[in-house]
């Protein structure tokens, strides 16, 4: 999924903890973070309070997860969020 994701032009970081992520998000200004879809973690509704997540479903391929960030961080998109 990684490689797909770069090939779009995606830049991606991986996290393993929420801890990570946050950190991640705020110092690589990251607009949004994907969650695994087998992802634990007792502070995962922290990080959804304070950041844009995409949860993946278990059979989420490459294709729907750049489609999804298309849709949230495309120029179009964004200039039609107030």
Request: net charge negative; glycine share 2%; no cysteine.
């Amino acid at each position: 999924m990684v490689h797909a994701l770069e090939s779009a032009g995606f830049k991606i970081y991986e996290a393993t903890t929420v801890l990570e992520a946050q950190f991640l998000a705020v110092h690589e200004n990251i607009p949004a973070v994907i969650i695994a879809a087998d992802f634990e973690d007792r502070h995962l509704f922290e990080l959804k309070r304070r950041l844009t997540t995409i949860p993946l479903e278990s059979s989420a391929s490459p294709e729907d997860v750049i489609w999804e960030l298309w849709k949230l961080l495309s120029p179009v998109a964004s200039s039609a969020i107030h």
